[in-house]
């Protein structure tokens, strides 16, 4: 039972800004938006998670409609080491397990 | 900080035999660490929960005499793949929840660099 919606793949040249959407459009009023991604044959790494606001850190932005039914992950400068598959996850603020669906698959050209 | 290491990063056993995999979250106390595994070009997927000093809770469908878990101190976890075959090869991946890493994105699961398990 997904709980997100993102594009299979996307591609996005070297340097320019990368935006990955997702949508959520079940999600409740408890639930947090997450974003993961993992690079080939390596662990998932924690990118950013928001719950109703907008979210800056040092490796994306996270950009939440303001009905929440969809966000979108932007990664300003993307360079090649950013290729990945980007997971895009609601996880109820009570409950630390995470689901993961399919994700997109990213690929930075140079 | 928030480093997850898993030791062995790759593993090859006989099928019948058994294997352990480890979990250590390094610079910060885990009470709750998570065991997934994931085959080729497919999603990762949950198998258990584990709280320290207590049981771990496994999903629906997931054999916990054959996927035994230890959670003995808050910095460490075992997965231990018991009478392996060849559809137990996979890539087995932990994550760890921290205490308090006083940190943006503190109290988030960091994941562990994945151990590869080959059963031949």
């Known amino acids: 039972d997904a709980k997100t919606t993102q594009p299979p793949s996307m591609d996005c040249a070297e340097g320019r800004a990368a935006n990955l959407p997702c949508n959520h459009s079940t999600i409740s009023g408890n639930e947090y938006v997450y974003w993961y991604r993992q690079i080939h044959s390596q662990g998932p790494q924690y990118i950013i998670h928001g719950l109703k606001n907008n979210e800056t850190n040092e490796m994306a932005s996270l950009i939440i409609t303001e009905d929440r039914k969809s966000s979108t992950l932007i990664l300003p400068h993307a360079t090649l080491r950013d290729t990945a598959v980007y997971y895009c996850?609601?996880?109820?603020?009570?409950?630390?397990?995470?689901?993961f669906g399919a994700g997109t698959t990213v690929t930075v050209r140079a | 900080g928030a480093v997850v290491s898993q030791h062995p990063s790759r593993v090859i056993c006989k099928s019948g035999t058994s294997v352990k995999i480890e979990c250590r979250s390094l610079?910060?106390?885990?009470?709750?660490m998570f065991w997934y595994r994931q085959f080729p070009k497919k999603s990762l997927m949950l198998m258990a929960t584990?709280?320290?000093?207590?049981?771990?809770?496994?999903e629906q469908g997931v054999e916990k005499d054959k996927f035994l878990i230890n959670h003995a101190s808050l910095t460490l976890s075992t997965l231990t793949v018991t009478s392996a075959h060849p559809e137990d090869s996979s890539f087995y991946i932990c994550s760890a929840r921290g205490v308090s890493l006083g940190l943006a994105g503190a109290y988030e699961q960091y994941f562990g660099p994945g151990t590869r398990l080959t059963v031949t």
């Open positions: 610079d910060f106390q885990a009470t709750t």
């Open positions: 996850i609601v996880r109820p603020v009570n409950d630390y397990k995470l689901s």
């Open positions: 584990s709280n320290e000093g207590s049981k771990a809770t496994y």
